[in-house]
């Protein structure tokens, strides 16, 4: 059975439910189409499908007995920073090129409770750390709308295997907008959940107080039913906050009449593309057309979030990042009696540019003489962005934004500048800071590429965001959209 890949999950879910199709059938249908074009966009770091195929006949035999849920027999990809247990997780570095866990991370594990496929882990910059995908150790990840064009990053393989349907949805993680900044630039929806809402335990650190796993998925209702899938309390993660289950479909139906929106002036920065501009514009005239009340908003300490940013997640990538040392696990210089030159050599030869570069970038920060001036001066700034956005809440429900200022970018084109990188994700950053729930949503088109509208809401406001991406997929038809690949 051919064009199953073309399903959404919630589609998949019914077909399957309805036995229409089998579980096997779909996963065989998404393997295929992995075959036909992974070789030009490298979404994938590794591909399971033996592994897949035996979930797959097990969850057709969950099905035959009646013991389903929404993402049962539903294929997914895991981004490569997330434990799986038996399949290599490496980060996308030469530092844990051949690591292998033992466990799975406990997103891993409430999804293969409920019977979901694991097809593959995704392609990724290394450690996270990038907007592009080029910083992988193994290759880029090309978009699907222009496979000269980036995806984003740093879950630029779970956006472009989403949106060229290799998988219905994959999961990110986002520290700094890396589920969200990929979402957009890829025409997919893309859902940063509230600090602690979705457990860490079994996500490969880079900045602890700032990253947060995610879903990527082709509309608002499937990122809800993920999300149902992947969130609550998990004891092992200290940061896991003691949130009761919730079903976000639950009133994704609701109107959004008598909804306060606010568009902070400070995200529609002079750098912004015009395209990008008129299509969030037009995106916000259509939530007002449904109802939505629209008003203007100040965020003046957002100007701040991008060097705050930029001390506080290197700092701690630069304490997560010292436990590869060569002694425990990963790659290990051997070719050498000397200890310390073993670990230098080790360090060197492991790690690539961009990581490199923010280690250094840590280490100054937290140095004897440099700490009060930066690190403690960053964490500052963070209460300042976090009291803006708690003030500006007291006003609206929800914020609307770009997600990107730009659209997918050239491959190579901003890799000799790092700042410009950085820059890409000016948008994106603030939510992370200040621990919040976003969502990115396709609205449009520029230069024939897909644009992203970002929302943002208060602490455990995800329902509401959900309703709200939903309202307007259901009155446009971006969403639907898919790349010719």
Same mark, same amino acid.
């Given at each position: 059975?051919?064009?199953?890949?073309?399903?959404?999950?919630?589609?998949a879910g019914l077909r399957l439910q309805?036995?229409?199709?089998?579980?096997?059938?779909?996963?065989?249908?998404?393997?295929?189409?992995?075959?036909?074009?992974?070789?030009?966009?490298?979404?994938?770091?590794?591909?399971?499908?033996?592994?897949?195929?035996?979930?797959?006949?097990?969850?057709?035999?969950?099905?035959?007995?009646?013991?389903?849920?929404?993402?049962?027999?539903?294929?997914?990809?895991?981004?490569?920073?997330?434990?799986?247990?038996?399949?290599?997780?490496?980060?996308?570095?030469?530092?844990?090129?051949?690591?292998?866990?033992?466990?799975?991370?406990?997103?891993?594990?409430?999804?293969?409770?409920?019977? *979901?496929?694991?097809?593959?882990? %995704?392609?990724?910059?290394?450690? /996270?750390?990038? @907007?592009?995908?080029?910083?992988? #150790? !193994? +290759?880029?990840?090309?978009?699907?709308?222009?496979?000269?064009r980036v995806p984003g990053g740093s879950?630029?393989?779970?956006?472009?295997?989403?949106?060229?349907?290799?998988?219905?949805?994959?999961?990110?993680?986002?520290?700094?907008?890396?589920?969200?900044?990929?979402? *957009?630039?890829?025409?997919?929806? %893309?859902?940063?959940?509230?600090? /602690?809402?979705? @457990?860490?335990?079994?996500?490969? #650190? !880079? +900045?602890?107080?700032?990253?947060?796993?995610?879903?990527?998925?082709?509309?608002?209702?499937?990122?809800?039913?993920?999300?149902?899938?992947?969130?609550?309390?998990?004891?092992?993660?200290?940061?896991?906050?003691?949130?009761?289950?919730?079903?976000?479909?639950?009133?994704?139906?609701?109107?959004?009449? %008598?909804?306060?929106?606010?568009?902070?002036?400070?995200?529609?920065?002079?750098?912004?593309?015009?395209?990008?501009?008129?299509?969030?514009?037009?995106?916000?005239?259509?939530?007002?057309?449904?109802?939505?009340?629209?008003?203007?908003?100040?965020?003046?300490?957002?100007?701040?979030?991008?060097?705050?940013?930029?001390?506080?997640?290197?700092?701690?990538?630069?304490?997560?990042?010292?436990?590869?040392? %060569?002694?425990?696990?990963?790659?290990?210089?051997?070719?050498?009696?000397?200890?310390?030159?073993?670990?230098?050599?080790?360090?060197?030869?492991?790690?690539?540019?961009?990581?490199?570069?923010?280690?250094?970038?840590?280490?100054?920060?937290?140095?004897?003489?440099?700490?009060?001036?930066?690190?403690?001066?960053?964490?500052?700034?963070?209460?300042?962005?976090?009291?803006?956005?708690?003030?500006?809440?007291?006003?609206?429900?929800?914020?609307?934004?770009?997600?990107?200022?730009?659209?997918?970018?050239?491959?190579?084109?901003?890799?000799?500048?790092?700042?410009?990188?950085?820059?890409?994700?000016?948008?994106?950053?603030?939510?992370?800071?200040?621990?919040?729930?976003?969502?990115?949503?396709?609205?449009?088109?520029?230069?024939?590429?897909?644009?992203?509208?970002?929302?943002?809401?208060?602490?455990?406001?995800?329902?509401?965001?959900?309703?709200?991406?939903?309202?307007?997929?259901?009155a446009t038809d971006w969403h639907l959209?898919?790349?010719?690949?």
């Amino acid at each position: 059975m051919a064009g199953l890949w073309h399903l959404s999950v919630r589609e998949a879910g019914l077909r399957l439910q309805r036995r229409e199709i089998s579980s096997v059938e779909l996963t065989q249908d998404c393997l295929e189409r992995v075959q036909q074009v992974e070789s030009r966009l490298h979404a994938f770091i590794t591909i399971t499908p033996e592994q897949a195929l035996r979930q797959a006949q097990a969850a057709d035999q969950r099905i035959a007995t009646g013991q389903t849920c929404p993402l049962t027999g539903i294929p997914l990809q895991v981004k490569d920073l997330i434990s799986t247990a038996g399949i290599r997780t490496t980060c996308a570095s030469r530092m844990l090129e051949n690591y292998v866990p033992v466990y799975n991370a406990t997103v891993v594990d409430k999804l293969l409770d409920q019977g *979901a496929v694991v097809l593959g882990k %995704g392609n990724m910059d290394e450690f /996270g750390m990038g @907007s592009s995908t080029e910083n992988s #150790a !193994f +290759a880029p990840t090309h978009n699907p709308w222009n496979t000269k064009r980036v995806p984003g990053g740093s879950s630029g393989g779970s956006a472009a295997a989403v949106a060229a349907g290799l998988v219905p949805f994959a999961l990110g993680s986002d520290t700094g907008g890396s589920v969200r900044q990929p979402a *957009a630039l890829c025409g997919v929806v %893309g859902l940063k959940p509230t600090y /602690g809402l979705v @457990s860490r335990y079994g996500l490969v #650190a !880079f +900045a602890s107080s700032l990253d947060q796993i995610g879903p990527l998925a082709r509309d608002a209702y499937d990122c809800a039913l993920v999300l149902n899938g992947i969130c609550g309390h998990d004891p092992r993660d200290s940061t896991s906050l003691p949130q009761p289950a919730t079903d976000y479909t639950s009133g994704l139906e609701q109107e959004l009449r %008598g909804l306060r929106l606010g568009v902070p002036e400070e995200y529609f920065t002079p750098a912004m593309q015009p395209g990008v501009r008129q299509a969030v514009e037009a995106g916000i005239k259509a939530l007002e057309g449904l109802g939505a009340t629209v008003q203007p908003v100040s965020l003046p300490t957002t100007k701040y979030a991008l060097a705050c940013y930029y001390i506080i997640a290197p700092s701690e990538c630069s304490a997560n990042l010292a436990r590869y040392d %060569g002694v425990k696990y990963g790659y290990s210089f051997q070719d050498t009696s000397n200890m310390w030159e073993a670990m230098e050599k080790t360090r060197q030869g492991g790690f690539g540019p961009e990581v490199k570069r923010r280690i250094m970038l840590g280490a100054y920060a937290l140095s004897s003489g440099y700490y009060d001036a930066y690190y403690l001066k960053a964490q500052q700034v963070r209460t300042l962005i976090r009291q803006d956005f708690a003030r500006v809440f007291q006003q609206v429900d929800a914020l609307v934004a770009p997600t990107s200022p730009v659209v997918a970018f050239p491959l190579g084109d901003k890799t000799a500048d790092p700042v410009q990188m950085y820059l890409i994700d000016v948008c994106t950053l603030p939510v992370n800071i200040a621990g919040l729930p976003a969502l990115s949503a396709p609205c449009g088109f520029s230069e024939g590429l897909p644009v992203g509208m970002q929302l943002i809401g208060p602490h455990l406001s995800e329902a509401t965001l959900l309703r709200i991406g939903h309202a307007y997929q259901q009155a446009t038809d971006w969403h639907l959209r898919r790349p010719e690949i």
